[in-house]
């Protein structure tokens, strides 16, 4: 499993089909939430995912690092499949990070803390090189003097720059977000997309469930929309905008920039 | 002829008026408020009245007191401390007869209130968490098995519940002749609990240097480990290895010294059992029922401070690869044991206070003994009651101190 | 949609799958199930045999029970008195109309929907009492007196838990006012109340009540042991009401107190019109469970001499005639416990779940 993380280095050549959902479907109880999705991602590609609520997006995200079951079909990430199994959830998590709507930072540990402990106790790095490690990321954030301060001490979009942070300090080879601008105040959405702009500068496969079409027109390579739990359209941002081909999608994107 | 509510009553009409006056205040003249009608001004004559009515009541209830006691010829004062007692007490920690004083019995009380409350706190305890952690289990019937617990134990009252195990269970265990008897060691019949006292003979020593040597060693292993640890990230089962060091080392120094530690076991002498440790029947019942009683409410206690950890924490940390164990053992549990940590504290408070239900089987707590015995003796009412009061008082002041003091080293930090 | 059509893979949750997911997950829950599942097996048979199927319902005295099973019997002959103590037979009418009063006025807080519960609940917290307070003692109405000291069993039970309840609910909603107040002193005063009240196990409250109150009183005024009794279990209530209510105090938001300063209203149309509706609606489950608790604590009055549901069981055990009834009788008194607490803090738990709901949305 520790290969992934050495291979890391030596794949300077974008790995195709990172990535590969192929025929899933999830139901809660008898509710049908996920209808038979296909999507391949490319190793540095960034994605973004919109649609209604209820639509499913959160849940797809969440079962490509299997926080939520599928049943039918198949999920493959960088060559694992994802099973019961649980050495192949492990080895999928340790390689896919994720950003939360709520941060989901841990209340009893300092900001620094709260991004080594994943290094330590699963890379099992010294603690020595985690701390240096988080350090960078922190500044790469902008927020290397909050170090030593706990979560409940920091903003909203502090906060979540912190998650992402975190998250980075694994080494990830994906990063998944899910609508980490959604539960933060109008002024704090910009520090957060920054730095995730910076971020998909870096070359980072990125998965982004988001409202922020200004973000998907600068970013993203393709955009995905999803309506009752299908991919309804899968586009280029210039052609997703400017020219959708469904109804659905004309009739979200008349809404969502109306204001 | 003073109802206790009167300093309430008086609070309620001071401040019945103060309504009334409130809207004149808006034709005042802009210099200010006159002294009547100034809110700070009337707040002070409020509370001087309110301080005023609880000494007068006070005062009235010393002076009822007084003249009561004299008319019936009782004495004020501590003195009677010093008397002696001439009454015996069945069990005591600290030496006691007969001819000791009245202040003796007030020590043994309290040193026998403090022996079943701390035994009880730690059974209490222990038996608390494995029921909370079962409740909480992935296996149905162990689930099960625990809820019907907490369900049928903490809804019955604790007074029945001694009754119970006392005239029910231990009154009726056959005779000590006919003693359930655990690998000849453990004796259990009407009269109590028997078990095997430790006698240490010459030598032992050595198994305390070993005991001191392996507690230096955890430590040592601990710096080791954690310095390893920040030098090459490797890291060590330190939880195991302290375990192995506590244990080998003193039972290998043990076997050295030649086996130093002898049992006196307790054995039938005549119509009794003489030797080892013995419980008497009524700090058994006593001990067993608070810890049945109180285990079912702390496991109620860690099952929502472990459910009050929200499922957004643990899917943060499996999102960053952590495993189930390692997830319970970073994130929930430091965060459960702050909401845990303060209401059992006030379940340890309402295990001492319940103690005193001793009276009912007559186990010689303090309220038994000082505020029973002591009190009838002597007619000190008032003094007695005092000083017990105050002593309970003053053990739940240490708890909540204890507990500000945890909660301030604890506290998750907020903006 | 064809792919709307699709169902579920269905998850077969057959017996044999469901043991395996729910009791024998791996080695250690398979352990943890067989041993457990040995000690019920082993346990349940017995009890239940001894409970009922050997046990003695039906006779005449201590002769027809057998040594195998419950003896019923002995709890049936003495229903009477473990219901009502000593209160003569020709009027325990008085106390049963009181029963069906009570639960006339408390069973529909239950059902849901039930028309007009809430006046009977109200009813149940005025006009009861006050029914109560003619029909049990008597002495007036022409009905003929039958002193406090000949009540006993489940009905002094009650009477001592209601008006504990209700008589401590006044006097911790002044405590609790009195403890958020701005001054400074009375602050202090009603701090070091409920603090010192609630530092104190209640049978030293109850020997208090008993021993020095007398002293308290001048010459000539006396209370009666029930009463002083219900003194001491109303102020020592009182102190554990406040911090319930204080509780539902804390948390009515600061906007509600700025909104009522603003509409001019003064302290106390603030708190009566405003503020205490919100708090007491919100700690309804804390009261209860206050009850529940308080219900549990009357058990200790037997030891100050009374003879409530416990005592009375207790007294009647040591009857030479009856041989080892005491586990029987104290199952009996267990059981009338755990039924009673058991409803009502279920039916706090379910008040709480919906007042729960009710402020997320």
């Known amino acids: 499993m520790t290969q992934h993380t050495e291979s890391k280095d030596v794949q300077a050549v974008n790995k195709p089909g990172i990535i590969r959902v192929e025929g899933m479907h999830k139901w809660y109880g008898n509710f049908h939430v996920l209808k038979d999705l296909n999507l391949t991602i490319d190793q540095g590609e960034r994605i973004v995912i919109c649609g209604p609520s209820g639509s499913g997006k959160s849940t797809f995200i969440r079962c490509i690092n299997r926080l939520e079951e599928h049943q039918q079909g198949r999920i493959i ?22 950003v939360f709507q709520h941060f989901n930072l841990f209340p009893h540990l300092t900001v620094l803390e709260n991004c080594c402990l994943s290094p330590i106790w699963v890379r099992k790095t010294p603690r020595r090189e985690a701390e240096a490690c988080a350090m960078e990321y922190l500044e790469r954030v902008k927020i290397p003097d909050q170090a030593n301060k706990y979560p409940g001490q920091l903003s909203g979009g502090q906060q979540q720059r912190v998650a992402i942070a975190r998250a980075l300090c694994m080494k990830p080879k994906i990063m998944l977000f899910d609508e980490p601008t959604s539960a933060l105040d109008p002024e704090m959405i910009k520090e957060v997309l920054d730095v995730m702009i910076e971020l998909a500068g870096s070359g980072m496969t990125m998965i982004c469930v988001t409202h922020e079409m200004g973000f998907a027109k600068t970013v993203a390579d393709r955009v995905i929309f999803m309506d009752g739990g299908e991919i309804v359209e899968e586009a280029p941002p210039s052609e997703f905008f400017s020219n959708p081909r469904e109804a659905r999608t004309q009739q979200f994107l008349q809404q969502i920039l109306q204001h | 002829m003073i109802p206790p509510g009167l300093t309430v009553m008086l609070f309620l009409q001071g401040s019945f008026s103060g309504r009334g006056m409130k809207k004149q205040t808006i034709d005042s003249r802009p210099t200010g408020p006159k002294p009547l009608y ?66 003796r019995t007030f020590w043994v009380g309290l040193t026998n209130t403090l022996l079943v409350s701390a035994m009880g706190i730690v059974t209490a305890t222990i038996l608390g968490f494995v029921i909370g952690v079962a409740r909480l289990s992935s296996n149905w019937l162990v689930a099960k098995v625990a809820l019907v617990y907490i369900e049928i134990i903490r809804n019955i009252p604790l007074l029945l519940q001694i009754f119970f195990w006392y005239f029910a269970v231990l009154s009726n265990l056959p005779s000590p002749r006919q003693s359930v008897e655990v690998g000849g060691a453990l004796f259990l019949n009407n009269r109590g609990l028997y078990l095997p006292g430790p006698v240490l003979q010459d030598g032992f020593g050595l198994v305390w240097g070993a005991v001191v040597l392996a507690l230096v060693a955890v430590v040592g292993v601990r710096v080791w480990a954690k310095k390893r640890q920040l030098a090459t990230g490797d890291i060590f089962p330190t939880f195991k290895v302290s375990i192995a060091l506590l244990i080998l080392l003193p039972l290998v120094a043990y076997f050295i010294a030649g086996r130093p530690l002898e049992w006196d076991l307790p054995a039938l002498k005549g119509f009794n059992f003489g030797g080892g440790i013995t419980l008497i029947p009524e700090l058994v019942a006593l001990w067993i029922a608070l ?12 099952r929502s401070g472990i459910l009050s950890v929200s499922q957004g924490q643990t899917e943060a940390s499996k999102a960053l690869g952590l495993p189930n164990g390692l997830t319970l053992r970073l994130v929930v549990i430091p965060q459960a044991m702050r909401v845990i940590i303060p209401p059992l504290t006030s379940q340890y408070l309402n295990l001492v206070k319940n103690s005193s239900l001793a009276t009912a089987i007559g186990y010689p707590d303090l309220v038994a003994v000082f505020m029973g015995t002591t009190l009838n003796q002597t007619g000190q009412a008032v003094e007695v009651v005092a000083i017990t009061m105050a002593v309970y008082l003053t053990i739940s002041l240490l708890i909540s101190l204890f507990m500000n003091l945890y909660n301030r080293a604890v506290a998750i930090k907020e903006r | 949609m064809t792919e709307s059509m699709i169902r579920p893979p269905i998850k077969k949750l057959a017996p044999v799958k469901w043991m395996r997911t729910h009791l024998f997950s791996n080695w250690f829950n398979s352990l943890l199930t067989l041993a457990v599942g040995y000690l019920l097996i082993t346990s349940v048979g017995p009890l239940l045999n001894w409970l009922i199927f050997d046990a003695t319902f039906q006779g005449s005295g201590p002769d027809d029970c057998v040594e195998a099973g419950a003896c019923w019997l002995f709890v049936k002959q003495r229903l009477n008195f473990f219901i009502y103590g000593f209160y003569p037979d020709e009027f325990q009418w008085r106390v049963d109309i009181m029963f069906a009063l009570l639960a006339a006025a408390f069973v529909p807080q239950f059902i849901e929907r039930f028309p007009g519960r809430k006046w009977l609940g109200i009813f149940g917290m005025t006009g009861l009492p006050i029914i109560g307070c003619v029909l049990i003692p008597g002495g007036i109405l022409g009905l003929e007196e039958v002193g406090s000291s000949k009540w006993g069993g489940l009905m002094l039970t009650l009477i001592l838990a209601y008006i504990g309840i209700l008589a401590s609910l006044p006097i911790g909603v002044l405590l609790a006012l009195g403890r958020r ?12 109340f409920i603090e010192v009240w609630r530092a104190v196990p209640l049978i030293t409250v109850l020997f208090m009540a008993s021993v020095m109150l007398p002293l308290f009183l001048p010459d000539g005024v006396s209370f009666e042991k029930l009463a002083r009794a219900l003194i001491g279990i109303t102020l020592w209530q009182s102190a554990y009401m406040a911090e319930v209510i204080r509780g539902g105090l804390q948390a009515i938001p600061r906007g509600q107190y700025e909104a009522a300063n603003a509409l001019g209203l003064g302290y106390w149309r603030k708190m009566g019109l405003v503020i205490l509706p919100q708090a007491l609606k919100l700690v309804i489950p804390g009261i209860v469970n206050t009850f529940i608790s308080l219900f549990k604590d009357t058990t200790l009055v037997l030891i100050i001499g009374l003879f409530d549901i416990l005592g009375a069981v207790q007294s009647t055990i040591a009857d030479p005639a009856w041989q080892n009834v005491a586990i029987e009788g104290y199952v009996f008194v267990a059981f009338c416990f755990w039924v009673f607490c058991f409803g009502i803090s279920r039916y706090s738990q379910n008040l709480e779940r919906k007042l729960d709901t009710g402020h997320k949305t």
Do not use: K
């Open chain 2, 38 to 103: 100034d809110p700070r001004v009337r707040a002070l004559f409020f509370q001087v009245i309110s301080l005023a009515a609880v000494f007068w009541v006070g005062w009235v209830l010393i002076d009822n007191t007084l003249s009561n006691m004299q008319s019936r010829g009782i004495s004020t004062g501590f003195g009677f401390l010093g008397e002696s007692a001439g009454f015996g007490i069945i069990m005591h920690l600290v030496p006691y007869d007969a001819t000791m004083s009245y202040g």
């Open chain 1, 77 to 98: 990430v960088d060559d694992v499949e994802l099973t019961d199994d649980v050495r192949h959830i492990d080895s999928v998590r340790r390689e896919v990070g994720m």
């Open chain 3, 181 to 192: 107040s701005d001054m400074p002193v009375i602050r202090g005063l009603c701090v070091v």
């Open chain 2, 291 to 302: 810890s049945l009683y109180t285990a079912s409410f702390i496991a109620e206690i860690v």
